[in-house]
């Protein structure tokens, strides 16, 4: 048998590394479409039905551009935190408490004219998911607790929270029982571009998206940020406080996705309702690990994840595939690239026969 | 409360922290080798989905029981390939296993939300059952709540007196040093991965098969996060880990009782309960500064050797 040593790469991949990276994403579908055949569904007819789905028509790319719109912002707060070595997987609660925010405002001054109220909500949104972002970071500072599950533990009762009020004091009382709120005044709602579907939210994302990038490539905080991230030790030498720069990040995170609460809320709901609660926090983890900190792949990969959601749908009404496939391709598409990044650091020399 | 309140709460607080036990007591030992595996959520909805589906087709809980800890090695053996086999990001690796499991078991799972399945019954235990508060409490459960009693010493036995056990912790500690001094570094973690997915199935498997004979969507609910948090709770040690599992156990037991006896208490409260007692945990265990038990390479990657 031929045997391999394994050696890291001194050169960079350069193109080649986009070629391993399809190719992680293929074996993704691949097994994906293995998961169709166990159920029963033609595999092929599935995927196709998936990408149909997804981009095979106006009304898609649409649907595929609304989702991808909470998708991006959570993603944009997740990757700053990924870059510093912290693991918020709490974009989930900070979303909610974004629309809780947003909603508590909508609530409270109906009558306020649209951009005083509307600037309102997103300040409430962006604090309430700030301060539930800056509560694990300050534990970890502070105590060296475990953000991860803090953050996780977070979205559990973030979404409980929600629950809670729509369940209760929120309830709409003309709503037949159903948990959600009234819905929300014309000046609380962000309105719809021109004739399509699409929320001028996506404005929102390219201003925040073009921030982003300045906040990185000009700023010095923005510069410590990406510093500290390749090593702690080195950025503690260096003076970048590190321990500041944590609590930023989070608070930052937080925020972000709370707009990203606000925007579903106002835009696409029109009231708060536990169905607000459909995982962007947990895709959002995904698109910021195949992303990393680069703003204009963040909002690719967002509409590509975005538009595998959509096209789930549409398998759900077609072929009667169960919602939980796409979780799966999602756990899937990333297991697979992490492996795959394997082969970008390190390369197989066949060893010869002595 | 009267004593005949209390007895049912305690022997339910048993009941409700059994699959937390399994799935900690499985973390431990993975987390051991040097290896942080949050996939365990992932992995216990899966053991819980097989050993539901086994049940259900064959009517033997016990083979189930088995099927559940297979299904649990295999899905952790995906964590393996990543992180042993392919270098991957630990962290990255268990949160997309969590993905993954749980849309895995919800996917193949959706046909038969709310069917049930032939579980284990209680059987008391001669003469212990009958002591006066101690019995009902302890010792009228199904079997796998007894298997629960004798694991942790066991655990305690095979990391402190056993050569594979003492070989795991030192590659946990400082795999290179262990390697140098003759040890398969790898091959010890791959022995925690396994041996930790094997428990982690079962305690999913006591969920569907004990806690509630039938298969729910989201079965987990949170509590393989929970194993990982008491994991750090225990300081790695497999006594404590059974002292925060009936804690947990307790708070869920008391949380159902509450809201069947019609509390004023809006349910969603309650059931943040068990969530936000996992931070409180976590602050207190850091709170102590014992981080010192902690085995030194957890979440380090062991660099292929050329």
Same mark, same amino acid.
């Given at each position: 048998m031929?045997r391999?040593r *394994?050696?890291?790469?001194?050169?960079?991949?350069?193109w080649?590394s986009?070629?391993?990276?399809?190719?992680? *994403?293929?074996?993704?579908l691949l097994l994906?479409?293995v998961? #169709? $055949?166990?159920?029963?569904?033609?595999p092929?007819e599935?995927i196709?039905?998936l990408?149909k789905?997804?981009?095979g028509s106006?009304?898609?790319? +649409?649907?595929?551009?609304i989702?991808?719109i909470?998708?991006?912002?959570?993603?944009?707060?997740v990757?700053t935190?990924?870059?510093l070595?912290i693991?918020n997987?709490g974009?989930?609660?900070?979303f909610?408490l974004?629309?809780?925010?947003?909603?508590?405002a909508a609530l409270t001054?109906p009558?306020?004219?649209?951009p005083?109220?509307l600037s309102?909500?997103?300040?409430?949104a962006? *604090?309430a998911?700030?301060?539930?972002?800056?509560?694990?970071?300050i534990?970890?500072?502070?105590?060296?607790?475990?953000?991860?599950i803090?953050?996780l533990m977070?979205n559990?009762?973030?979404i409980?929270?929600?629950?809670?009020?729509?369940?209760?004091?929120?309830?709409d009382p003309?709503?037949y029982?159903?948990p959600m709120t009234?819905?929300?005044? +014309?000046?609380?709602?962000?309105?719809?571009?021109?004739?399509?579907?699409?929320?001028s939210?996506i404005?929102?994302c390219?201003v925040?998206?073009v921030?982003?990038?300045i906040?990185?490539t000009?700023?010095?905080?923005?510069?410590?940020?990406?510093?500290s991230?390749d090593?702690?030790r080195?950025a503690?030498?260096a003076?970048?406080p590190?321990?500041?720069?944590?609590?930023?990040?989070? $608070?930052?995170s937080g925020?972000?996705?709370?707009?990203?609460g606000?925007l579903?809320?106002?835009?696409?709901?029109?009231?708060l309702?536990p169905?607000?609660?459909v995982?962007?926090?947990?895709?959002?983890?995904v698109?910021?690990?195949?992303?990393r900190?680069?703003?204009?792949n963040?909002?690719?990969t967002?509409?590509l994840?975005?538009?595998?959601r959509?096209?789930?749908?549409s398998l759900?009404l077609?072929?009667?595939?169960?919602?939980?496939?796409?979780?799966?391709?999602?756990g899937?598409i #990333?297991?697979?690239v992490?492996?795959?990044?394997?082969f970008v650091h390190y390369?197989?020399?066949?060893v010869r026969?002595q | 409360m009267?004593?005949?309140m209390?007895?049912p709460l305690?022997a339910a607080?048993?009941v409700a922290?059994?699959?937390i036990l399994y799935?900690?007591?499985?973390?431990? *030992?993975t987390e051991k080798?040097g290896v942080?595996n949050l996939?365990?959520e992932?992995?216990m909805i899966?053991?819980g #989905?097989?050993?539901?589906l086994?049940?259900?087709f064959?009517?033997?809980p016990?083979l189930a029981?088995?099927a559940a800890?297979a299904?649990g090695?295999?899905?952790?053996?995906?964590?393996?390939i990543?992180?042993?086999?392919?270098?991957?990001?630990?962290?990255v690796?268990g949160l997309a296993?969590?993905i993954?499991g749980?849309g895995?078991?919800?996917?193949f799972?959706?046909?038969?939300?709310?069917l049930s399945?032939p579980?284990f019954?209680?059987?008391a235990?001669p003469l212990?059952a009958?002591?006066?508060?101690?019995g009902p409490i302890?010792?009228?459960?199904d079997?796998? $709540?007894?298997?629960?009693?004798i694991?942790?010493?066991c655990?305690w036995?095979?990391?402190?007196n056993t050569r594979y056990?003492?070989?795991?912790r030192a590659?946990? +500690?400082f795999?290179e040093? @262990?390697a140098?001094?003759?040890?398969n570094?790898r091959?010890?973690?791959?022995?925690g991965?396994?041996?930790?997915?094997f428990?982690?199935?079962?305690?999913?498997?006591?969920?569907?098969l @004990?806690y509630t004979?039938?298969?729910t969507?989201?079965l987990?609910?949170?509590?393989?996060w929970?194993?990982?948090?008491?994991?750090?709770?225990a300081?790695w040690?497999?006594g404590?880990?059974?002292?925060?599992a009936?804690?947990?156990?307790g708070?869920?037991?008391?949380? #159902?009782?509450l809201?069947a006896t019609?509390?004023?208490l809006?349910?969603s409260?309650?059931?943040m309960l068990p969530?936000?007692?996992?931070?409180? $945990?976590?602050?207190l265990?850091?709170l102590?500064?014992?981080?010192?038990n902690?085995?030194?390479a957890l979440?380090v990657?062991?660099?292929p @050797?050329d």
């Amino acid at each position: 048998m031929q045997r391999f040593r *394994i050696i890291k790469r001194q050169e960079r991949l350069g193109w080649r590394s986009c070629f391993i990276l399809l190719t992680a *994403i293929a074996l993704a579908l691949l097994l994906s479409a293995v998961m #169709l $055949v166990m159920r029963g569904t033609p595999p092929v007819e599935g995927i196709l039905t998936l990408f149909k789905g997804a981009f095979g028509s106006r009304w898609a790319i +649409e649907d595929s551009l609304i989702k991808a719109i909470p998708i991006f912002l959570c993603s944009l707060g997740v990757a700053t935190a990924f870059r510093l070595q912290i693991w918020n997987i709490g974009a989930e609660g900070q979303f909610a408490l974004g629309a809780i925010g947003a909603t508590w405002a909508a609530l409270t001054f109906p009558e306020l004219p649209k951009p005083v109220l509307l600037s309102m909500m997103i300040g409430a949104a962006c *604090i309430a998911g700030g301060v539930w972002g800056m509560i694990p970071a300050i534990l970890r500072q502070r105590l060296g607790t475990n953000e991860i599950i803090v953050t996780l533990m977070m979205n559990y009762i973030a979404i409980l929270l929600l629950e809670y009020l729509v369940y209760g004091i929120w309830k709409d009382p003309a709503s037949y029982g159903f948990p959600m709120t009234p819905m929300f005044s +014309e000046q609380a709602i962000v309105g719809k571009i021109g004739t399509s579907g699409v929320n001028s939210g996506i404005f929102h994302c390219l201003v925040l998206g073009v921030l982003f990038w300045i906040f990185f490539t000009f700023t010095r905080t923005g510069f410590e940020l990406k510093a500290s991230g390749d090593s702690v030790r080195a950025a503690r030498y260096a003076g970048i406080p590190y321990n500041y720069l944590v609590v930023l990040v989070m $608070v930052l995170s937080g925020a972000l996705a709370g707009w990203a609460g606000f925007l579903e809320a106002s835009a696409t709901i029109n009231r708060l309702q536990p169905s607000i609660m459909v995982g962007y926090g947990y895709t959002a983890i995904v698109v910021a690990w195949l992303a990393r900190l680069n703003p204009l792949n963040i909002a690719i990969t967002s509409f590509l994840l975005a538009g595998l959601r959509v096209g789930v749908e549409s398998l759900q009404l077609d072929m009667q595939v169960p919602a939980a496939f796409g979780g799966m391709i999602e756990g899937l598409i #990333l297991m697979t690239v992490l492996a795959s990044g394997f082969f970008v650091h390190y390369k197989m020399v066949p060893v010869r026969k002595q | 409360m009267t004593l005949e309140m209390i007895i049912p709460l305690l022997a339910a607080t048993i009941v409700a922290g059994t699959p937390i036990l399994y799935a900690t007591l499985g973390e431990m *030992i993975t987390e051991k080798s040097g290896v942080l595996n949050l996939g365990v959520e992932g992995i216990m909805i899966v053991g819980g #989905l097989t050993a539901f589906l086994v049940a259900h087709f064959t009517g033997s809980p016990s083979l189930a029981f088995f099927a559940a800890g297979a299904a649990g090695i295999t899905t952790a053996s995906l964590h393996g390939i990543v992180c042993l086999v392919f270098q991957g990001n630990q962290v990255v690796s268990g949160l997309a296993l969590t993905i993954l499991g749980t849309g895995f078991a919800n996917y193949f799972g959706t046909s038969y939300v709310g069917l049930s399945a032939p579980g284990f019954q209680p059987m008391a235990v001669p003469l212990l059952a009958d002591i006066p508060a101690i019995g009902p409490i302890f010792f009228q459960h199904d079997p796998l $709540v007894y298997l629960t009693y004798i694991l942790p010493p066991c655990l305690w036995l095979f990391f402190n007196n056993t050569r594979y056990g003492l070989g795991l912790r030192a590659v946990g +500690e400082f795999p290179e040093a @262990a390697a140098a001094a003759g040890l398969n570094a790898r091959g010890y973690r791959w022995l925690g991965i396994l041996g930790g997915g094997f428990f982690m199935g079962l305690g999913g498997a006591y969920l569907s098969l @004990a806690y509630t004979h039938l298969w729910t969507n989201n079965l987990t609910a949170g509590r393989g996060w929970i194993a990982v948090a008491l994991v750090i709770f225990a300081f790695w040690r497999p006594g404590r880990a059974v002292f925060g599992a009936y804690l947990f156990g307790g708070i869920m037991a008391l949380q #159902l009782r509450l809201q069947a006896t019609g509390t004023q208490l809006p349910s969603s409260l309650l059931l943040m309960l068990p969530y936000g007692l996992t931070v409180f $945990v976590l602050v207190l265990s850091s709170l102590g500064h014992r981080r010192t038990n902690e085995p030194a390479a957890l979440g380090v990657n062991v660099e292929p @050797a050329d």
